[in-house]
């Protein structure tokens, strides 16, 4: 039997001829082309070499985790010498936070399903370390993650595109329609609908994330223009370019304060087994192209592009600086630039990972964080953990995802699973 690319124009008979080229044993075993990547790859990232296992060496698993909450005073474990408390609950579905210059703290309620579509204000007036009030600061939007205050305007981006709106420091509330200046594309496979913004150092440019269509081009890669990128677009949404492309899901974005290079978090593909392709953070250069859907971690290729392998592309893919473990779902991204923590974390990342839902054992489910010596990244380390319950049984108490570190000093982390957002605080002087 013939395997065909994902370029097919038929989503239906890609995905037939995916399933029976990968599983279907042809007379004398396996496929010619699964038979050629029955090995071991070695990639050098920044922080090390890095040993890949052969495409299909396991098998794929889908293990959905059941959340159960945080009960009887159960709250996640940080290192020693921090505390973990609760900041805000009772909310529904937050996925990302962003802290105005006043310190007022957003929180972006959304989901893929049932989604309450708004951003929520928080604050803590009397300086307790909780939010003791919340207003609906938006409502009516469609699945808003990233926000960003700059040059006078509230922006918000949504599934579908970037709007602004007047804003003024202390406003509780947006009012009106505000303006869409950058249209994105929507939908796809798991939707990958979170579209995360920042502004550069200068304030010149805007850097916008799109996730791809597709796990692998499997719908063709027509659904795929202008995604599996990062946009760049002037304040007014003008001068639209591509800054660099073949991400296949990128989420947290931030300049490292030291460098000044932008840095992203990405959640890499899925079906090549338990152990392919690990999640990442790495530094994003212009114009770069990161592999997706072609190949992985630099010119390892992807098997299911055997017949179409675009050899112009994969010859320059750059391998990604800071692997973090497969199907860790890797997306939330800060850059610690406060001083209450003690010295190793400055300008150290940390790193929502929201978990797996296929590999046969979890992975992530905790905020990992990456020392950073001089703008160079060091070797991942645990930072907040205990949000596996049973593994099991499938059960976790809740599921980190967005992390920001506020003017204070301490860090939160939003627990969308819980709904919970979590504040993490240096204990002592």
Not at 192 to 219: D, M, Q
Not at 265 to 291: C, H, M, Q, W
Not at 306 to 321: G, I, Q, R, T, Y
Request: charged content about 25%.
């Amino acid at each position: 039997m013939k395997f065909h690319s994902p370029t097919l124009k038929s989503a239906g008979a890609v995905l037939a001829a995916s399933v029976l080229a990968v599983c279907t044993a042809q007379t004398g075993g396996e496929p010619e082309y699964i038979k050629s990547y029955d090995r071991e790859t070695v990639v050098q990232t920044a922080i090390g070499p890095l040993t890949l296992p052969s495409p299909y060496a396991g098998e794929s698993h889908r293990n959905i985790s059941k959340v159960i909450g945080w009960k009887d005073g159960r709250k996640p474990a940080a290192p020693e010498g921090f505390t973990v408390e609760r900041f805000a609950d009772g909310l529904e579905h937050p996925r990302w936070l962003y802290e105005a210059p006043n310190g007022d703290v957003f929180v972006a309620e959304s989901n893929t399903r049932n989604s309450a579509d708004r951003i929520t204000l928080l604050r803590d007036t009397d300086g307790d370390g909780k939010a003791d009030y919340r207003t609906v600061f938006k409502d009516g939007l469609n699945r808003p993650f990233g926000m960003l205050i700059h040059g006078g305007y509230f922006y918000v981006a949504n599934q579908d595109g970037v709007s602004r709106y007047a804003y003024r420091e202390g406003t509780e509330t947006l009012q009106g329609f505000g303006e869409k200046i950058l249209s994105l594309p929507a939908g796809g496979y798991n939707h990958h609908w979170t579209r995360n913004i920042i502004a550069g150092p200068e304030g010149k440019k805007l850097y916008v994330t799109v996730g791809s269509a597709s796990n692998v081009g499997e719908y063709g890669l027509d659904e795929e223009k202008r995604r599996a990128c990062i946009i760049e677009i002037n304040p007014d949404g003008s001068g639209e370019r591509i800054f660099a492309s073949g991400l296949r899901n990128p989420v947290g974005l931030a300049f490292h304060p030291e460098s000044g290079e932008l840095w992203t978090a990405v959640n890499e593909r899925d079906k090549l087994g338990d152990d392919l392709v690990p999640d990442y953070i790495t530094s994003v250069k212009d114009g770069a192209f990161y592999g997706w859907p072609f190949s992985y971690y630099g010119q390892v290729k992807d098997p299911r592009w055997h017949e179409d392998p675009h050899e112009d592309l994969v010859k320059n893919a750059l391998v990604p600086d800071v692997p973090l473990g497969n199907h860790t779902a890797s997306l939330g991204l800060a850059f610690y630039t406060e001083k209450k923590f003690p010295k190793k974390y400055r300008h150290g990342a940390f790193i929502g990972q929201h978990g797996s839902w296929n590999r046969s054992n979890f992975a992530g489910y905790k905020v990992v964080f990456v020392p950073f010596e001089k703008g160079k990244p060091g070797t991942p380390e645990d930072f907040l953990t205990g949000f596996i319950a049973d593994g099991d049984a499938s059960k976790v108490y809740g599921r980190p995802v967005g992390v920001t570190v506020l003017s204070d000093g301490s860090l939160l982390t939003v627990d969308d699973g819980a709904d919970v957002i979590w504040r993490v605080t240096k204990s002592g002087k």
